[in-house]
């Protein structure tokens, strides 16, 4: 499956057939690369699932050990980028299944509402007529330093750590991995209009908290 | 279309799903509304910033000394002669 090209993600370039290669000849350079292109989607997708930092980590380092058993019977289906998350997503919600058994998980779970329904933009933002009371402000005014700064940067990364995982998922897939919309459907087993809703609430989400961060 | 429903195409829209007479009342109506044209912009931004957490995400030394020796050890294991 062809992983689309989307000039903002910086881990969007498909790995090449060569790169396989060099894996599996323990080229140690090849996969220490390969590890730190790959660190932000697989810590996103598994902050979702554990409580804190440290249990993300061990999640991540679960999926490295998980992909080295299995490297050689890795067989080219899907790319392996997409490979890797699927095993991240697997060693992320089996890791939450044991800390559930240990845990009171009302006291640590956020409830992971399904998709979610009504309107990703307040009403109370449009007339009766349906038009905008006050238009949204154009982000095109805000310097690039301010955009672009850690702080903004905060509010992207906590704004995607709390979407509920459904949503989650798929964003960080889409969006911070940089999967297309096939390789997503297939690995979650849902539709593509199911995937889109996911996709739409979740950025309407981050675009929600931004909007307020930035007003 | 109205600009209630219209934040609501977005995703549809940038993702290609929308029939294409829905694209084209979806074009007429941005080209004409201030509002939808900058709440789109916002939605492009989004995604941009989003991308970004792919690179702003530095692996800690520790953990990547850790996987590079579980690197070396499934090397070693690997062209062991069975």
């Not at chain 1, 992983?3 to 290669?21: A, I, K, M, T």
């Not at chain 2, 993702?15 to 916002?42: K, M, T």
């Not at chain 2, 020796?69 to 062209?79: L, Q």
Request: hydrophobic content about 40%; overall charge neutral.
């Amino acid at each position: 499956m062809p992983v689309r090209n989307y000039p903002w993600s910086g881990v969007s370039e498909q790995l090449h057939d060569s790169e396989l290669e060099a894996l599996r000849a323990g080229d140690e350079r090849a996969f220490q690369e390969l590890v730190a292109r790959m660190h932000a989607p697989v810590l996103r997708l598994a902050m979702g699932y554990v409580r804190d930092r440290d249990l993300a980590e061990d999640v991540v380092q679960e999926t490295w050990l998980t992909v080295l058993k299995n490297l050689d019977r890795f067989e080219s289906r899907s790319t392996l980028r997409t490979w890797i998350l699927g095993i991240a997503l697997n060693v992320a919600r089996s890791r939450r299944r044991k800390e559930r058994r240990l845990l009171p998980f009302s006291t640590l779970w956020r409830r992971d509402e399904a998709e979610g329904r009504g309107p990703t933009v307040d009403h109370s933002r449009f007339d009766t007529s349906g038009s905008w009371k006050e238009i949204p402000d154009s982000w095109s005014n805000v310097p690039e330093s301010r955009m672009l700064s850690r702080e903004t940067m905060d509010v992207v990364r906590q704004a995607v750590d709390a979407l509920p995982a459904s949503q989650r998922d798929v964003l960080v897939m889409r969006d911070v991995a940089g999967l297309d919309s096939e390789a997503v459907c297939a690995m979650l087993a849902i539709s593509p209009e199911n995937q889109r809703v996911r996709l739409h609430r979740a950025r309407a989400s981050v675009r929600r908290m931004l909007e307020e961060y930035l007003r | 279309m109205i600009c209630r429903d219209v934040v609501e195409l977005m995703t549809d829209y940038l993702e290609g799903a929308l029939s294409p007479s829905d694209v084209e009342r979806f074009d007429a109506h941005i080209a004409g509304c201030d509002g939808c044209r900058a709440y789109l912009e916002q939605m492009k931004a989004t995604m941009k910033l989003t991308g970004r957490l792919g690179s702003a995400e530095p692996i800690p030394e520790p953990l990547e000394a850790e996987l590079t020796r579980a690197f070396r050890h499934w090397r070693s294991e690997k062209d062991r002669p069975v």
